[in-house]
């Protein structure tokens, strides 16, 4: 579904992503993780088209999506902070965005009920408290029934009952057959959903297996112990 080939980016003298390749397919969970400033969202970016790679290649269902942007409407991507214009209401995004996508049907309303966005339609977005904006941008996300959700932090700041919708929204549209990307600090969460970990450090892909493998190598059946070991051992080669 998407290949991404030695991709490289530096914004002035830092080399953010050295070098990475990596392949996604459909009908997964990948969750990628590493340490605060590792390259996650830059490399998110590239593939959203919202950052220029310096160098590498990026392919979308097998074409090349430097210079044509018409794969992202295929993506539905759920920034780590949404930021939306203040004074509009709830209800308003939503027609916007339709208006946008040029998108009228066909559309995937599950969170918008879940979340009961509805009822709250006409408060202004600076109004909301973080986790009525964070369930915005996921119901956003979702909307247009992408084949990839990119969803960087999803679950940060929502409350525990809107975090479960959120994760089997995830998984009902895995067995639809979608690739899912998510960023998370949350082992647990991470344990919960995903079926691979692409953990990147520094910039470096570190490793990307499943998480079954994950623990089978490691002899652990907690993923964030697993993960910490696997760190050692490829520290120390
Ligand atoms: P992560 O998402 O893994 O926390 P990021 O990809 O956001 O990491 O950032 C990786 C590094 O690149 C950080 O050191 C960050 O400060 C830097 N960086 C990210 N975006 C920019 C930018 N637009 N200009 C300059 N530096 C940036
Ligand atoms: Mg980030």
Avoid at 28 to 35: A, F, T
Avoid at 71 to 90: A, E, L, S, T
Wanted: with cysteine.
């Amino acid at each position: 579904m998407i290949q991404i080939s030695e991709l490289n980016k530096s914004f002035n003298k830092l080399h953010v992503l050295k070098n990475i390749s990596v392949d996604f397919v459909s009908g997964e969970v990948v969750s990628v993780i590493g340490p605060n400033g590792s390259g996650k969202t830059t490399m998110i970016k590239c593939l959203l088209g919202m950052v220029i790679p310096d160098s590498g290649k990026l392919y979308f269902n097998g074409k090349n999506i430097l210079g044509d942007w018409n794969y992202r409407k295929d993506i539905g991507y759920m920034p780590q902070i949404g930021r939306y214009p203040d004074n509009m209401k709830i209800g308003q995004i939503f027609e916007m965005m339709k208006d946008i996508r040029e998108k009228n049907e066909g559309l995937d309303e599950e969170l918008i009920e879940a979340y009961n966005l509805k009822s709250m339609f006409d408060k202004p977005m600076r109004t909301l408290s973080g986790g009525t904006r964070q369930k915005v941008s996921a119901a956003l996300a979702f909307l247009f029934q992408p084949k990839v959700l990119v969803l960087d932090e999803p679950t940060a700041g929502l409350d525990p009952i809107a975090a479960e919708i959120l994760k089997e929204k995830i998984l009902k549209e895995k067995n639809n057959g979608k690739l899912i990307l998510i960023t998370s600090h949350i082992m647990s969460e991470v344990d919960e959903i995903a079926d691979k970990v692409l953990y990147i450090f520094e910039g470096k892909i570190r490793f990307y297996e499943t998480v079954s493998s994950i623990k089978t190598i490691t002899n652990e059946e907690k993923l964030g112990r697993a993960i910490a070991q696997l760190m050692n051992q490829t520290t120390n080669v």
